[in-house]
């Protein structure tokens, strides 16, 4: 892996954004870069939003008309990407987080909302990468195992609860 680009937007006010979460994503989208052995350079998109945002992109794209915690929106598959023409960079994609899902999420887990925001944000990564687990069994596995990996690679071990 050469160089990451991850640019972060904040688009809903419901929830402050603590210090550090911002870096901390970066972290995660470099460790899944590094765990996957990705070559060449990245650009990820990461956007905070509401409930009601993530619903209706929800709707609009999966046909579910609930709020859910995090959407990806891969730009490449089978490792093939679009490339960013001023830079080289591979385009991976759009990752989209609920912060009031992962709040309570947090909550409800016994854990940090940073250990939250950087699961689910290594989590879409992986989507991103093309990794899978809709259909559950030996994939899920693997996707799970890998998510735990870099959360332990970026110092949010399961067991570190910091509130």
């Keep these: 892996m050469d160089k990451i680009k991850v640019t972060i937007e904040n688009r809903q006010k419901q929830v402050k954004i603590p210090t550090g979460i ?3 994503l970066r972290r995660c989208c470099t460790a899944v870069l590094k765990m996957e052995h990705f070559e060449g350079s990245a650009e990820v998109n990461i956007y905070f939003v509401d409930d009601k945002e993530i619903a209706a992109m929800n709707a609009q794209f999966r046909q ?5 915690d995090v959407l990806s ?3 490449g598959e089978n490792g093939e ?13 759009d990752i989209v987080i609920s912060v009031e899902c992962a709040v309570r ?8 909302l940073q250990r939250e925001m950087g699961y689910l ?12 687990h809709v ?9 799970r195992e890998k998510e735990e ?9 399961r067991d570190i609860v910091t509130k």
């Design 135 to 143: 259909d559950g069994g030996l994939q899920a596995a693997i996707m």
């Design 73 to 75: 929106f891969p730009m």
């Design 64 to 68: 579910i008309t609930a709020p859910t």
């Design 105 to 112: 999420q947090a909550r409800d887990f016994n854990h940090s």
């Design 81 to 93: 990407y679009s490339v960013n023409p001023e830079n080289g960079a591979k385009m991976l994609g």
């Design 121 to 132: 944000t290594t989590h879409s990564m992986l989507h991103l990468l093309g990794y899978d």
């Design 149 to 157: 990996e870099v959360m332990n690679m970026v110092g949010q071990a």
């Design 22 to 24: 911002r870096l901390l």
